[in-house]
């Protein structure tokens, strides 16, 4: 196990030190935080727009309230294994991302605060390992969110929020924080994924979700070469490809899963 560590990262946006708080499937973590500089959104939105917005949350949030943390640490992944994900996940899957309901910081089926997650509706385009049926819509959640800065506070401890305060040199958060690990991506509404999941239910059974795992290397976006549209029930072939969310290129799924 890797030994916690602090340094204050210098870009051109505002950085401040925000210590050591630990995250899921981290070691050592330390947090950033940066305000997000974008340009005013149009405010003559499209129908198609108000569509997309109805489906994602986090699309009615005005980017210049949005206040990042960063974090970064170690995993414990074997990242020179292709097939680690593949091989260590219960569940394998390609679905297509139905909506982000939001963020949340409070997971309901362990009753407890939790790192912050993003969760939301998918559609089951093709099982590659694991029990469930193609076409079936599902409720998921994944590491990283936005959240309104009260939310977010709840879930440190006093002495967390203490330092924070004091690392910000006591001037007050406001907005929505979000919270991203490294270099995670972002997931988006309408894109299909490759994704390695395991299934969490609470012990009455009335709540249950997938999770995914492995941050941007356990959701890769995927494709037709041939550019067919990808339905329920698609069959793996070699024309699918998914993306190398570390190098922006294509590659055969092949090269992530097993195909039986």
């Known amino acids: 196990m890797s030994k916690n560590t602090t340094a204050i990262k210098k870009t051109s946006s505002k950085y401040i030190i925000a210590g050591v708080i630990a995250i899921l499937l981290c070691v050592a973590t330390t947090i950033y935080f940066a305000n997000t500089?974008?340009?005013d959104?149009?405010?003559?939105?499209?129908t198609s727009e108000q569509k997309s917005e109805n489906k994602d949350a986090y699309a009615s949030i005005n980017k210049d309230d949005i206040t990042l943390v960063k974090s970064e640490g170690d995993t414990i992944w074997d990242l020179n294994d292709s097939y680690y994900f593949y091989?260590?996940?219960p569940i394998v899957v390609i679905v297509r991302i139905d909506s982000i309901g939001g963020g949340r910081n409070f997971n309901p089926i362990h009753n407890q605060y939790v790192s912050p997650q993003t969760v939301g509706r998918m559609t089951i385009i093709q099982p590659i390992k694991?029990?469930?049926?193609?076409g079936e819509q599902v409720?998921?959640?994944r590491l990283g969110a936005i959240l309104p800065v009260e939310d977010y506070l709840k879930g440190l401890s006093k002495a967390e929020q203490d330092k924070l305060n004091h690392l910000n040199k006591g001037n007050k958060l406001s907005g929505y924080i979000k919270s991203k690990f490294a270099e995670d991506i972002d997931i988006e509404v309408d894109k299909t994924y490759l994704v390695f999941l395991r299934r969490d239910i609470s012990k009455d059974g009335k709540i249950a979700e997938y999770v995914m795992e492995g941050m941007q290397y356990g959701m890769?976006?995927?494709k037709d070469s041939q550019a067919r549209e990808l339905k329920a029930g698609t069959k793996i072939s070699s024309n699918i490809e998914i993306l190398n969310n570390e190098t922006g290129t294509w590659e055969k799924i092949s090269t992530?899963?097993?195909i039986k």
């Open 220 to 222: 890769r976006e995927v």
């Open 256 to 258: 992530a899963v097993e």
């Open 139 to 141: 409720s998921y959640a």
């Open 37 to 39: 500089n974008k340009t």
């Open 87 to 89: 091989k260590t996940s």
């Open 130 to 134: 694991g029990e469930v049926e193609y």
């Open 41 to 46: 959104t149009n405010k003559n939105e499209t």
